[in-house]
C-alpha cells in the first residue's frame, strides 16, 4: 500500500460515522467563496472586515457540520433547506418551462391547480375547498 493510499484509508477512518459535505454545506461552502470573491473587490475597511468575518462564520459551520457525529441533526437541518429552498426553487422553475399548461394557486387553501394554456378566460373551481379562481389561461 502506498502513501497517498493509506492517507485515503486513514480519512475515510476518521469520516465513518460522520456527516460529511451534504447539499446545505455545499451551498455554504459556495457562499463563502463567492463572499470571499467579493472581498477582493472591495475598497471599504469596515465592509471588507464584514464580508470576511461572515465567509469565516460560513466555513467553520460547514467544517463543523461535515464532521459532526450527530446525523439526525444534520440530516434535519439539511432536509429543513432542502424543503424550504431547494424543492421550491424546482417547482417554479419546472411550472416556468412548461408552456402547455398554466398553474393558478387557491387563495384559500394554497392547493396549486393546472388549467391548459390558451383557453383563455376562465373560472376554475378548487378541486380541495371548491373556491373559484378567475384567471387567464
Not at 463563502?32 to 472591495?42: P, Q, S
Given at each position: 500500500?502506498?502513501?497517498?493510499?493509506k492517507?485515503g484509508?486513514?480519512?475515510?477512518?476518521?469520516?465513518?460515522?460522520?456527516?460529511g459535505?451534504d447539499q446545505l454545506?455545499?451551498v455554504?461552502?459556495?457562499?463563502?467563496?463567492?463572499?470571499?470573491?467579493?472581498?477582493l473587490?472591495?475598497?471599504?475597511?469596515?465592509?471588507?472586515?464584514?464580508?470576511?468575518?461572515?465567509?469565516?462564520?460560513?466555513?467553520?459551520w460547514?467544517?463543523f457540520?461535515m464532521?459532526?457525529?450527530?446525523l439526525?441533526?444534520?440530516?434535519?437541518?439539511?432536509?429543513?433547506?432542502?424543503?424550504?429552498?431547494?424543492?421550491?426553487?424546482?417547482?417554479a422553475?419546472?411550472?416556468?418551462?412548461?408552456?402547455?399548461?398554466?398553474y393558478?394557486?387557491?387563495?384559500?387553501?394554497r392547493?396549486?391547480?393546472?388549467?391548459?394554456?390558451?383557453?383563455g378566460?376562465i373560472?376554475?373551481?378548487c378541486p380541495?375547498?371548491?373556491?373559484e379562481?378567475?384567471?387567464?389561461s
Amino acid at each position: 500500500m502506498n502513501f497517498f493510499q493509506k492517507i485515503g484509508n486513514s480519512l475515510a477512518r476518521f469520516m465513518y460515522g460522520r456527516n460529511g459535505v451534504d447539499q446545505l454545506g455545499f451551498v455554504t461552502l459556495w457562499a463563502a467563496i463567492i463572499l470571499d470573491v467579493v472581498n477582493l473587490f472591495v475598497r471599504n475597511q469596515v465592509a471588507y472586515s464584514i464580508l470576511s468575518a461572515v465567509a469565516m462564520v460560513l466555513t467553520i459551520w460547514m467544517v463543523f457540520r461535515m464532521f459532526s457525529k450527530n446525523l439526525s441533526k444534520r440530516r434535519a437541518e439539511n432536509a429543513a433547506y432542502m424543503n424550504k429552498v431547494v424543492y421550491p426553487l424546482r417547482q417554479a422553475l419546472s411550472r416556468s418551462r412548461d408552456k402547455e399548461h398554466k398553474y393558478f394557486t387557491c387563495p384559500n387553501c394554497r392547493t396549486v391547480c393546472r388549467v391548459p394554456r390558451g383557453k383563455g378566460r376562465i373560472v376554475i373551481t378548487c378541486p380541495k375547498c371548491g373556491a373559484e379562481i378567475h384567471g387567464k389561461s
